[in-house]
Nanobody, 123 residues
Framework: VQLLESGGGLVQPGGSLRLSCVAS????????MNWVRQGPGKGFEWVAY???????DYAASVKGRFTVSRDNTANTLYLEMHALKTEDTARYYC??????????????????WGQGTQVTVSS
């Protein structure tokens, strides 16, 4: 199993980015998936969730600004981020939860992680 995130970068407050997570070794649509992040000097924070069914859920801090989706043909997970704030600065990871439906901020609750992609929101 491999997860490879990309799409991060430096963006001004109010800007947008789209993160991608290409999965290999398993079928993405057969697994619940999460986006989590770790900001500078902060712990891991759950951000977004997409179930095998396609239903989604978001942390209160990003609800209405972030959208999680997947392309089953490309076996790729996405995170569309709009109206970015300085507090969104973090390394973003896609991850597979150990327990179906889990939306945890505890790293040990995830079975597989990518290397992450850095998002920096700054003027």
């Amino acid at each position: 199993v491999q997860l490879l995130e990309s799409g991060g970068g430096l963006v001004q407050p109010g800007g947008s980015l789209r993160l991608s997570c290409v999965a290999s070794g398993f079928i993405l649509s057969h697994s619940d998936m999460n986006w989590v992040r770790q900001g500078p000097g902060k712990g891991f924070e759950w951000v977004a969730y997409i179930a095998r069914s396609g239903s989604t859920d978001y942390a209160a801090s990003v609800k209405g600004r972030f959208t999680v989706s997947r392309d089953n043909t490309a076996n790729t997970l996405y995170l569309e981020m709009h109206a970015l704030k300085t507090e969104d600065t973090a390394r973003y990871y896609c991850a597979t939860p150990r327990i179906r439906g889990s939306k945890s901020s505890d790293r040990s609750d995830y079975a597989f992680w990518g290397q992450g992609t850095q998002v920096t929101v700054s003027s």
